[in-house]
């Protein structure tokens, strides 16, 4: 059975920084594109970055140089590092995983997580 747990999430303050884990169980990550996205109250969910199964990453304009995504295969865990956080970026977080690219970059991806939930106070 496939899952995919989300942690790290919590309540900080301006300019902090939080650390996002996506644990997966069932299959291994290292064959599948996978990424990050997040929902704010009253909002569609959007993309924040993705990482390919070569490495290479993307991220939304709004992240860049604040969040980087990264993966470590042999744990098959997804991290999300997030520095200078702003109000705007509390959401539920949420990973995702898809063999194919183009259904995780339009927000379709294969596998889900329960999401974690970040809210950062001015």
């Known amino acids: 059975q496939v899952q995919l747990v989300e942690s790290g999430g919590g309540s900080v303050q301006a300019g902090g920084s939080l650390r996002l884990s996506c644990a997966a169980s069932?299959?291994?990550?290292?064959?599948?594109?996978m990424g990050w996205f997040r929902q704010a109250p009253g909002k569609e969910r959007e993309g924040v970055a993705i990482?390919?199964?070569?490495?290479?990453?993307s991220y939304a304009e709004s992240v860049k140089g604040r969040f980087t995504i990264s993966k470590d295969n042999a744990k098959n865990t997804l991290y999300l590092q997030m520095n200078n956080l702003k109000p705007e970026d509390t959401a539920m977080y949420y990973c995702?995983?898809?063999?194919?690219?183009?259904?995780?970059?339009?927000?379709?991806?294969?596998?889900w997580g329960q999401g974690t939930q970040v809210t950062v106070s001015s």
């Open positions: 995702a995983a898809d063999s194919a690219l183009f259904q995780l970059q339009l927000g379709r991806g294969k596998f």
């Open positions: 990482i390919f199964i070569d490495g290479r990453t």
């Open positions: 069932g299959y291994t990550i290292s064959r599948y594109h």
